[in-house]
């Protein structure tokens, strides 16, 4: 019997091929390729359980918004309403509103960039949309984009979403390593990899609560420079410092070359959704035509109470109460670590920002151990959601911008028992040599190790992950 070509359906009576396996999703094989791998992010994965009253959530970084004077915003948002209802309620410039660029880049002046013009600016439904339309505008798939290691794991996705290969730069507590990126751009150049850009969270990193040192942005700007290298830099956290003014900008040092993301999710409300893109001008063009694609305009109303907000508070001294507020917890945090964890337990110490980034003792996996964590009340956000590459397992992230003083502390005591159980475990198994601390001169051996987010010495991490 002669074969039928290719694609040629069968004829009456014969039997129709079998599915090669059931499927639960009947539209599966439709789905883009952009959607294979999708997954639910390790932070929101946690939402269920942080929810619980009884769970001490070292987890989600979410603002202290009762901090704000409530009543005083919600008198704004109605007057906003009842006196502009009709622009507040309508839709506006795909751009955005004209007032508030004007006053977003007074507040970018507070890091430096004295340069920037509004027409400079384009609004986004908070710094998340911001870079997703930069991603657009700038990766196709299969280029790569540098990214510290570990990174925001929100990029990643957005990211991934792009089909884009993700080559981690190593950090350490002086943020990311200079020498390792160039290393990387040159070990790209010789795959014949096209990089299309840095992605860096400068100041009070998440996850690693690290900021780049001066000597640092110095560096990484001659490098970005002598590279050609395009830098997207993400700074929710900059006005956040605990101990020092804000420090300047990368956007301040290079107009052309840095593409700067902000968000007053972190100063104001992350429920508004209100961030902003500051990008040279004919970028800014894309920028507004990738909006306008995706969600036509950002919403008017929040855009009009943050200008409002902006204009009639005190916006700079409510921003010196959530500092306060913020050391006061990040205190909490760092004694309590110092007082309970076991030996081998190590940790960054943030001046500024949400987040502390905690190494387990040598052979423990947070993201195993975090059933038993959740079982004991205590959440945190386990280190493999912050890489690409499948890497930090024996990490996680622990922020204490939500919860109070006391929570904190009964949540690392939670936290400690969990670790101290599970070295207990292995140790009766012989699975595992928690090792000795290495103290590193000059500093406290109960609370840092060498090198804790980034291996700049090949003997402290030996998979060369970050």
């Not at 839709?91 to 027409?119: F, K, N």
């Not at 540098?146 to 730069?169: D, I, N, T």
Request: charged share 25%; aromatic share 8%.
């Amino acid at each position: 019997m002669a074969s039928l070509p290719p694609g040629t359906p069968p004829g009456p009576g014969a039997p129709h091929p079998a599915p090669r396996h059931p499927r639960l999703d009947p539209l599966a094989d439709r789905y883009a390729a952009r959607t294979h791998g999708m997954k639910t992010s390790e932070i929101r994965a946690l939402f269920s359980v942080v929810s619980r009253p009884e769970v001490v959530s070292l987890a989600g970084g979410m603002p202290a918004v009762t901090a704000l004077p409530l009543d005083a915003v919600g008198s704004m948002i109605g007057e906003l309403v009842s006196g502009m209802g009709a622009q507040t309620l309508q839709y506006g410039s795909g751009q955005g509103d004209p007032r508030l660029r004007e006053r977003i880049c007074d507040v970018m002046a507070l890091e430096g960039i004295t340069d920037a013009s509004p027409s400079e600016v384009v609004v986004t439904v908070g710094s998340q949309q911001g870079l997703d339309l930069v991603t657009r505008v700038f990766v196709d798939p299969g280029d790569v984009i540098l990214a510290e290691g570990p990174s925001y794991v929100g990029a990643l996705g957005v990211f991934q979403s792009a089909q884009a290969r993700v080559r981690h730069v190593a950090m350490d507590d002086d943020g990311l390593i200079p020498e390792a990126l160039e290393q990387v751009l040159l070990e790209c150049r010789a795959a014949g990899d096209r990089v299309k850009f840095l992605y860096t969270v400068p100041n009070y990193h998440n996850p690693a609560g690290v900021t780049l040192s001066e000597a640092r942005r110095v560096a990484v700007m001659d490098i970005a420079d002598r590279y050609d290298l395009l830098v997207i830099e993400d700074n929710p956290y900059g006005l956040l410092g605990f101990d020092r003014e804000p420090m300047r900008a990368l956007r301040a040092r290079d107009s052309r070359r840095v593409i700067y993301l902000g968000s007053f999710s972190k100063t104001f409300s992350p429920g508004l959704r209100v961030g902003w893109v500051l990008a040279p001008l004919a970028v800014r063009e894309k920028l507004v035509l990738a909006t306008e694609a995706q969600v036509l305009c950002p919403p008017s109303l929040t855009q009009y109470a943050v200008a409002r907000y902006l204009d009639t508070q005190p916006w700079r001294e409510q921003i010196k109460h959530f500092v306060e507020l913020y050391r006061e917890r990040r205190d909490a945090t760092l004694e309590s670590l110092d007082q309970l964890m076991p030996a081998g337990t190590t940790w960054t110490r943030p001046d500024g920002g949400f987040y502390v980034w905690l190494k387990l003792p040598h052979g423990l996996d947070a993201k195993r151990m975090q059933p038993r964590a959740v079982n004991a009340h205590v959440a945190y956000v386990p280190g493999i959601g912050f890489y690409a590459d499948g890497g930090g397992r024996e990490y996680m992230r622990l922020s204490y911008c939500y919860p109070e003083p006391d929570q904190i502390r009964e949540g690392v005591r939670r936290l400690a028992r969990v670790i101290e159980a599970e070295l207990d475990l292995h140790s009766t198994f012989d699975a595992v040599d928690t090792g000795t601390f290495r103290a590193v001169p000059g500093r406290t051996p109960s609370h840092e190790a060498e090198n804790i987010v980034g291996p700049a010495n090949s003997d402290t991490y030996e998979d060369g992950r970050s």
